[in-house]
Every structure is written in structure tokens, then in C-alpha cells.
């Protein structure tokens, strides 16, 4: 069993930055492969960002490339998702997700129903 925690979340202005952890326990941190999604009142949860085991590989959605960052430190079994440049449109819970298989695809890496294990979620709002 894998535990997620989210934290950092908050109310900021639009243009303003946040950093959100995700601390993970229950497996060997680096032998997951994790991911952030966000969910926006009305809307379905969507794919924001992934990162490989390594750290090297990251991978984003369209509408926050350039403007957010993945990371993972493997020795602190946490992740983490810089957001800067924020938008009114970027106000969602936001979740992180871990999955124990190998992902092999770029459809399964941006596919919530491939994922095992979530958090319960950070909200983060943008005011415009």
C-alpha cells in the first residue's frame, strides 16, 4: 500500500508562484512512477505533469509547459510541482498519483485510470 500526502497549496494572485510536495510511503519511493493531475470544479481530472524514476524524464500538459516544473528527491520519497506564472484557469485541487508498473506508453502515463494510488488533494486558486 502506498500513502500520498499533498501540501502547499494556497490562494495567490494571478502571476504569483507555488510549490507543491507530495510525500509518499509504504514502497520504495523510487520505484514508483508518479505523476500530478488537477481537477477544476465541473470538470474531469486531468493530466499535468509526470516524471520518470530517474528524475530525467518529465513529461507536461500543453497548458502548463513552460510555466511548471516536476521534480522528485528519491532520499526524501517526495515530489514536488513548481508553478509559476499562474493563471486564473490553473485554480483546481490538484492530486498526486503513483503507479507500481512500468508505464510503456505516453497514453498510459497521461491516463488518470492508470495510476494505483492519489492523495487527497491541495487546492490551489488563482485570483485574477
Known amino acids: 500500500q502506498v500513502h500520498l500526502v499533498e501540501s502547499g497549496g494556497g490562494l495567490v494572485q494571478a502571476g504569483d508562484s507555488l510549490r507543491l510536495s507530495c510525500a509518499a510511503s509504504g514502497r520504495t519511493f523510487n520505484s514508483l512512477r508518479v505523476g500530478w493531475f488537477r481537477q477544476a470544479p465541473g470538470k474531469e481530472r486531468e493530466f499535468v505533469a509526470a516524471i520518470s524514476w530517474s528524475g530525467i524524464s518529465t513529461y507536461y500538459a500543453d497548458s502548463v509547459k513552460g510555466r511548471f516544473t516536476i521534480s522528485r528527491d528519491n532520499a526524501k520519497s517526495t515530489m514536488y510541482l513548481q508553478m509559476n506564472s499562474l493563471k486564473a484557469e490553473d485554480t483546481a485541487a490538484y492530486y498526486c498519483?503513483?503507479?507500481?508498473?512500468?508505464?510503456?506508453?505516453?497514453?498510459?502515463?497521461?491516463?488518470?485510470?492508470?495510476?494505483?494510488?492519489w492523495g487527497q488533494g491541495t487546492q490551489v486558486t488563482v485570483s485574477s
Open positions: 498519483a503513483a503507479r507500481v508498473a512500468p508505464i510503456t506508453t505516453m497514453s498510459q502515463r497521461l491516463s488518470r485510470a492508470s495510476y494505483d494510488y
